[in-house]
Every structure is written in C-alpha cells, then in structure tokens.
C-alpha cells in the first residue's frame, strides 16, 4: 500500500517552530526565595560623641594621674620644711576620721586654710582624677536615704594624704610670691582697714608670745611707714618682704 505524506487526522495541529529548544539550558532567573536567606546588610553602627567625650576624659585623668605621680614628690620636696609641715598639719586637722583620706567638704576647708579658695568644679575635678572610691557601707535600718539594694549606701570619692601633698605643693610653688605675702598682711590688717596700725602689731606680737616692747613696736612703725600715717599699708608691707 502506498505511503501517505497527508497529516493523519488525529495528529495535532502543532507548529513545531513554536515549541522551545530543549538542547539548550532556560535562561537563569533568581528565585523568588531562596534558603538559607542571603544575608542582609546590616547599617554601619554610628559612634556616639558623648562616648568619644568620656573615653578623651578618661584618657586625660590617667595622664595627669601620672604626670602628678611622676612630678609631685619632687615639687613637694623643693618645698621649704614650714611649708611641708603646714600642708600635713592642714590635712590632719580636716582629716576627722583620721584614716589618711579626705573627702569632698575636708578637701575643700583643707585647702582654704592654705590659702586656695578653689571653685567647686575643680575640687571635683581633683577628686574624680587622685580620689579613689570608699567602700560602700552598710545602713543600719531599712529605707534610709542614699542606701542602695541591700541597705549600702553609694561610695564616694577620697584623696589619699600623698596625693594632697603633691597637689598642695605644685599650688605653692605655682603662686605669686605676693599672694603669700598678702595672706600675711590680712593676717595683721584685723577689720580688712587696709593697713596695719600700732594696735595691729601689739594684738600679733602678743598672740605670737612675742615680748615686744611699746617702743619697739612704734619703731618698727616708723621705720616703714613711708607717707608717714602712722600705719603700714600693702605696698609698704610688700617692701618690707621682697626687701
């Protein structure tokens, strides 16, 4: 029988140039999901100034802590020996509990009775760079102010007597010759008159356990009382002192 070419009828109707090329790979397409899942590219942490600030901060203390500890025992010992034995009898009379340490109101009185009279800031400056923690102490009774769980209330800072005496010394040695002096005058100028009279001189001699005489005290009077008063002001005193 002979061959047909005609398409049966039950073939389908295909264009076969319409079907896909299967002897070559699809095109690659990302997957909508994927597993694990890629990575996600977290946004670089930014660095907060304020921690920039307390790291410098930081950094300065340790600093000066050492440059204090390094340049303090020999400004302490170019001190004259008066001088050495005020700055130790100024910490012993503030120092109450006698434990070699003061805290923020000792330091204070400490270091005006040397002759400072220091701003607040800077005490507390000091003591957050020299000063060292106390141990907390435990409250006796419940709910006392400033006790922390457990009834123990919070340190606080303390400056160690070395540390008193190398800050003390540097302070002495840094001030003006005439700063000490006048201290001395106001020390005898009893009222802040601004000068020094006859009766000036016999309070001090007598509370000194000098045994002056009157005339005695009246030369000394006259022999520096230059625009002839009778009494001794600043500048004459400053004379006096610096020769």
Known sequence: MATSSARPAFAPRYNLSTLPDRTTAPPATQPAYSYPPPAVQQPAQQSHPQHHHHRDERGAQRAERDRLERDGPAALAALTEEQREEISEAFAL????????????????????????????????????????????????????????????????????????????????????????????????????????????????????????????????????????????????LGICLG
Do not use: W
């Not at 802040?192 to 002056?212: P, S, T, W, Y």
């Open 94 to 237: 503030f120092d109450l509990d006698k434990d070699k340490r003061i805290d923020y109101h000792e330091l204070k009185v400490a270091m005006k009775a040397l002759g400072f009279e220091v701003p607040k800031s800077e005490i507390l400056q000091i003591l957050q760079t020299h000063g060292s923690p106390s141990a907390p102490q435990q409250q006796q009774g419940q709910g006392q102010q400033g006790a922390g769980a457990g009834g123990y209330v919070h340190s606080k800072l303390l400056l160690p007597l070395n540390g008193f005496q190398n800050i003390m010394a540097e302070k002495i040695r840094a001030r003006d010759p005439r700063d000490e002096i006048l201290r001395a005058f106001d020390l005898f100028d009893e009222g802040g008159k601004g000068k020094i009279n006859l009766q000036d001189l016999r309070r001090v001699a007598k509370e000194l356990g000098e045994g002056l005489q009157e005339e005695e005290l009246v030369a000394m009077i006259e022999e520096f009382d230059l625009d002839g008063d009778g009494c001794i002001d600043r500048d004459e005193f």
